[in-house]
Every structure is written in structure tokens, then in C-alpha cells.
């Protein structure tokens, strides 16, 4: 697969995926692909998943 991808996670620790046909692909909780998400984030950015979701909470959260 060549181009741009996309994911998308709920708070049940499930997601979902687009195929490289196009079709969505819907995980379970404690699906191994999502293993496989996480080692691929740190792999490739030297930083855990929870690290960016921190990075991402801190700039976009609605501050009081």
C-alpha cells in the first residue's frame, strides 16, 4: 500500500481501519493489530503511543 492512511480509536479499546481496498476493518479489544499500531508509532518515532496521545491531550485539550 502506497499513500495515506486511516485509523480511528474508542474509548472501549476497539478500532477501526481502512483496508487497502477501502473497506473498514473493526478490531476487538486486545486486538494484536492494535500491538502492531503501538510497536509501529514507537518504532518509527523513538516515542510509546501514550507519549503522543499526552503530546496530543496537551495541545489540543480545552483548558478551564
Given at each position: 500500500m502506497d499513500g495515506p492512511f486511516a485509523f480511528g480509536l474508542e474509548e472501549s479499546a476497539s478500532a477501526s481501519f481502512l483496508r487497502?481496498?477501502?473497506?473498514?476493518?473493526?478490531t476487538d479489544k486486545g486486538s494484536p493489530l492494535l500491538v502492531l499500531l503501538a510497536s509501529e508509532?514507537?518504532?518509527?518515532?523513538?516515542?510509546s503511543a501514550s507519549e503522543q496521545y499526552g503530546d496530543?491531550?496537551?495541545?489540543h485539550?480545552?483548558?478551564d
Open positions: 487497502t481496498d477501502g473497506g473498514p476493518s473493526t508509532i514507537l518504532a518509527r518515532t523513538g516515542r496530543l491531550v496537551a495541545q485539550a480545552d483548558v
